[in-house]
């Protein structure tokens, strides 16, 4: 009896020295992927793709080798794509945009994963409208996330995500990523 108990502490022992994902306790960690990143501060001339008209304003292109839909603001006044339209927003899915997005999380652990060194992340739901200004079809649940991702202390991403009719996030999940200026 002595032996096994002392080989249950042991046990017990290495699993509590297990090294734990960043984030709270037993949360996933989730982190903007290299390929967000490297969008962040682009106009429509830095990239070597043909934009087309989505609505209003905005144009946009599938940029293949990232899996990812970059929608550029045009010139309201001409109703054209200026070579120094600026990046709007990026369009795909939540794998690809962020490093660690593997399992279906209810909006509370997404949120909590999302990096927060120095401010938590903001979350809410709204209902689609099946239109060019929503991510989600008509009453399709979606979020609306806004966060820190550099830790600075001030929210830099906003976030649209389409959610299940649960409410739960996944990881195959349209969303619309936007570049903020940082706001408190």
């Not at 945009?97 to 997404?110: I, P, R």
């Amino acid at each position: 009896m002595k032996r096994l108990l002392a080989i249950f502490l042991c046990l017990f022992a290495l699993c509590a020295c297990e090294e734990k994902p960043q984030g709270k306790p037993g949360s996933q960690s989730l982190t903007l992927s290299e390929a967000v990143l490297e969008q962040k501060g682009k106009t429509a001339r830095d990239y070597d793709l043909e934009f087309e008209l989505l609505h209003a304003h905005f144009y946009s292109a599938f940029l293949s080798e990232k899996n990812m839909i970059i929608v550029a603001a045009g010139d309201s006044c001409t109703n054209s794509l200026a070579q120094d339209g600026s990046l709007h927003r990026l369009e795909g899915r939540l794998d690809v945009m962020l490093n660690g997005m593997e399992d279906t999380m209810a909006l509370q652990d997404f949120t909590a994963a999302l990096p927060h060194e120095s401010k938590e992340a903001f979350s809410a739901v709204d209902i689609g409208a099946g239109s060019a200004y929503y991510v989600a079809e008509e009453n399709v649940p979606y979020a609306i996330v806004r966060f820190d991702s550099d830790g600075d202390g001030a929210y830099d991403i906003h976030m649209d995500v389409v959610l299940t009719e649960d409410k739960l996030v996944e990881p195959d999940a349209l969303a619309w990523l936007y570049f903020e200026e940082e706001t408190n």
